[in-house]
């Protein structure tokens, strides 16, 4: 199955026979991988019953071909009357006939193709090639080898043992030497695949492209004509990953058996081989939403939506480049390559010494590209050239004769150990800067080691949070994606799980004796983090170390020799290779100095758990629970096993799909959930304490790639990249095509009452339709979503921000019928009871706000519908004025909308203003009767459904309240209460109220007197809201003007402050603050004219409270003596004045005449305290909306 993925192949003397060579992995359930080498040939067929059977089939084959092909075509569609021209139609017939005709037993030679296959534990590809081709050639020249082929076959198993670590070895094949190599404990660890193909079938941009989503676990799919371009390409990415390891499926050559294995919604890595001449477009994939297509022969790669950028990668490029132009290569994919043979262009036995000399441009001095490039250096070139010197013949005449005394491999093997070290230490080095202080990051368990593996999907591993805010900003959106993989997480519990250095593995050993190198370097600045690229500057010790293994080989092992084998056993016919003496290569020899060090794997694998067992502690059975629990830590399936194919195995396969995509999703939910409830989560004990916008994304848009994995498993046929969408748009379809028939529920206008959305305000507003459908052509109504994958993306974040994802979804599924005309039986939409469990995971998001759609699309425009309450007890029938409204919110405002003064609602369309903060309202005072007295203004946002209150119960018109013709209205999200969804009538939980609002609720007067220790208590919690709000991440913060002017804001608290003690006016005359503040400001003028002998200090508080007063009173707005006082304090916050002025105000003697003896102002000591309390806004930047400080010009 993995030596000829696609079975036995037949083949003529006209066709090519070609031997090709080719190399697999298998890997175990327990992660341990082995390869496999194959060189596949054609031998001629000698049985006579094999040939005229092959005739036969011919036959067969070309008379249903003539059959089809002269069968009259069947009638066009009606809409398609072009007649067929017959000579057209004659081409393809004749020409297939020909090609099915090509084999006759009397003229032809028939032969199949048969394979060698070598199986090593580690893959020496080049040896191992090397030793394939030879024995290869043995069967094929005229003359017999020196020995019969079992000797050598052997020598290979048996006494060619592994090179020891940092270790080369020599040994014989049947022609000639075959050197391997092993790097040492402290070098990368062994690859042996020549990266520069990847190179010229890619191009760099592509190669990190497919890097960048390998790092991500995205499902990625490559697909080339051979098979050894698909393992040399799957085995670079991982390779070149390190210190991380893939940990999800792995099969670099996917046989045609196996085919459903691209139903896997998990991530996989997977080689698909096509024949040549299928098109990418006729390739049916069960799911592309997520995927990464690689075609590998025609040099191109199709990415999935929204990958982010790998870090510096324009410095990246550059850096690789320069190392491929220096081996005399393009960083482009080259199209030549696929007919060229593999070797690297453009090098003589020259360059291993200049490489050396000129800093590692290789390649003809006059001919490099980086030399062409130079024109001073093209000036002195000229210059030497005209004194008839040839810089090419010193070059080539001083190698000659150092050429054979160094290397003993072949000068193309050297070349491609070079490059790849190269290429391989620029990828490590960027992990080492990337994550050069992970250690400092990784939580350490405060339990023993069997109570974190048995609790390990709820620990956290990593203090996540903490690293990205250390992070440079543009390495956020990958990097915070990268440390939600698996990968990822499987590095850093081995870390947990290593004590010392001989507890780590080879890779995590050397990655941190890096990092440890890295941190010595910068030890003066070792948290400063930058963004500033840094380059390679190890590659020549590592360069050097293979060299040195190559020029002096330090173990040769025996020499085939003749074995006891019977007269007449391996014997030589040319051209065939012989069956092998089996009884002959059954037992190897009974006593061998190597036998020690090439162990087989179950000793090694046992000496493994043993070294577990004794720094854990445990019994037999915790030990190997524990060391399956590591090997399979998260993953749901490493591997489709290769031996069974039976459907019951299908089958339970399927299931184990099923259970692993249930498993992420509760893990995912949980994720979200203890992220998104952030400090009063880490306080029970759960996970990191913030979430920023882009980890927010980065959580969305992985819980959209699993809706996409989940709707792709078990799929009939694939239709449209999202298999999501897919759904969707069948299920509008049939709904749509229900509605319009006679019997569907009635007219589409009517809200049906199991549809209705409760809302606080559903007096004034009529409830929203809950509607799928209504919230799908919301989306495709979105002109600047173009693709299906992008339109699945922003239904499920619109469906989160209205907390209606699992109802929508229980409701798509609902149509059993679509269902199964859509999935397989095993799919797991059809699994009931998981089905089940999956929605009952989403709902959990609807306990906590998400903003996922509001805060990505802010361009889009947004329906709104405004509606202005007047009091019910004096209702605004008799109401004259032009009533005008200005709502603004996080991202925009709307400017002056003129309201309707009938029916007192406005709908308009805008570009998305974010969430709503406040809204100015006021009308002209036209008319008899301009008095309005409003209770509350209703906001909602058509698409969302967001419902924002602005509560006002104040009157609007000259003469009236505060004779203010304009208000500024803080606006709050109303919740909506979705009792449906809980089938019991028990009252919703009601949050516990705050120390003011306690108060506020005690008092039935609409408005009550407090007292000084509740009214300090009420600025103390108003100020608190503000430090809150600045010590939040800058993204996390919610809206500033709801604590200064909203209900229990600072406002408020300062109006409880002045209002305590204040005289009770006279009869029918109400007295505001204002009227105080603005005696106040009359007194302080007279006193600075009068000249009155105060501190320089003093006189600048005044003069600057003064200044603010004029500046307020001569606003051309009419926003009434409230809405100036409100003006005042929010400036004053903003100025960091507020303190001076309540000082200043104690003191002053208007205060005497107003107050009586117990007001609060007139008591030093509470005073003192609250100039204390409000000092702390000092070391805050507070910057004031628009709205507020409109037609001020301070």
Known sequence: MLCMPKGLSFRTQTDTREPQFHSFIITREDGSRTYGFTLTFFEEVTSKQICSAMQTLYHMHNAEQYDILHTPPTPHSPGDRRPTPPQLRAAPSLSRLQRFNSYDISRDTLYVSKCICLITPMAFAHACKRVLEQLHQAVTSPQPPPLPLESYVYNVLYEVPLPPAGRSLKFSGVYGPVLCQRPSTAELPLFDFPLQEVFELLGVENVLQLFTCALLEIQILLYSQHYQRLMTVAESITNLMFPFQWQHVYVPILPASLLHFLDAPVPYLMGLHSNGQDDRTKLELPQEANLCFVDIDNHFIELPEDLPLFPNKLEFIQEISEILLAFGMSPEANPQWSKGHSKIR??????????????????????????????????????????????????????????????????????????????????????????????VFVIQPSQDKESWFSNRDQMQNFDKASFLSDQPEPYLPFLSRFLETQMFASFIDSKILCHDDEDKEHTLRVFDSRVDKIRMLNIRTPTLRTSMYQKCTNTDESEKAIEMRLCKIDHT???????????GQGRYEPGFFPRLQSDVLSTGPTSNKWVKRSAPAQWRRRDRQKQHAEHLYLDNDQREKYIQEARNLGTTLRQPKLSNLSPSVIAQTNWKFVEGLLKECRNKTKRMLVEKMGREAVELGHGEGSITG??????????????????????????????????????????????????????????????????????????????????????????????????????VRLSM????????????????????????????????????????????????DYFCFTNVFTTIMIPYHVVIIPSKKLGGSMFTANPWVCVSGELAETGVLQVPKNTLEITFECQNLGKLTTIQMGHDNAGLYAKWLVECVMVRNGITGHTYKFPCGRWLGKGVDDGSLERILVGELVTNMESEERMCRTPPMQQSPGMMRRFVTISPNSKPKLNTGQIQEGVGEAINGIVKHFHKPEKERGSLILLLCGEYGLVWALEQVFQHGFKSPRLFKNVFIWDFLEKAQVYFESAEQSQMTQDENWQMRVRHFCHFMRAINSTPRNIGKDGKFQMLVCLGARDHLLHHWIALLAECPITAQMYEDTALLKDHSLVNSLIRVLQTLQEFNITLEASLVKGIGI
């Open 346 to 439: 453009g090098f003589r036995s020259a360059d291993m010494v200049s490489d050396k000399r000129n800093g590692n441009l290789a390649g003809s001095p006059l001919n490099s590209f980086l030399l062409r490039e130079n024109q001073t250096i093209a000036r002195l070139q000229a210059l030497v050239k005209r004194t008839g010197v040839s810089l090419e013949k010193l070059d080539v005449k001083e190698d000659t004769s150092t050429k054979d005394s160094k290397v003993q491999c072949e000068e193309e093997e050297l070349k491609m150990h070079q490059l790849n070290i190269r290429v391989r230490e620029v990828f490590a080095n960027r992990f080492t800067q990337m994550f050069s202080d992970y250690e």
């Open 557 to 567: 092992a025996l020499h085939p020799h003749l074995l006891d084998m019977k007269i």
């Open 694 to 795: 882009v980890e927010e994304n980065t959580l969305i848009a992985s819980l959209c790639d699993l809706l996409e994995r989940i709707w792709s498993h078990g799929l009939q046929v694939k239709q449209g990249k999202s298999a999501l969408w897919s759904h969707l748009l069948h299920y509008q379809e049939s709904k749509e095509k229900r509605d319009a028939t006679p019997a569907g529920l009635g007219p589409p206008g009517i809200i049906h009452d199991t549809e209705r959305r409760k809302s606080d305000a559903s007096c004034a507003m009529p409830p929203l339709k809950v509607s799928l459908i209504q919230d799908m052509r919301h989306i495709q109504n979105i002109s600047e979503i173009k693709t299906d994958v992008g339109k699945a993306r922003a239904w």
């Open 801 to 848: 921000e209205k907390k209606l994802l699992s109802r929508h979804l229980k409701q798509l599924l609902s149509d059993h019928e679509l269902n199964k005309k859509l999935y397989k039986r095993y799919a797991f939409l059809r699994c009931d009871d998981e089905k089940e469990q999956f929605l009952y995971h989403l709902l959990s998001f609807n306990a906590v």
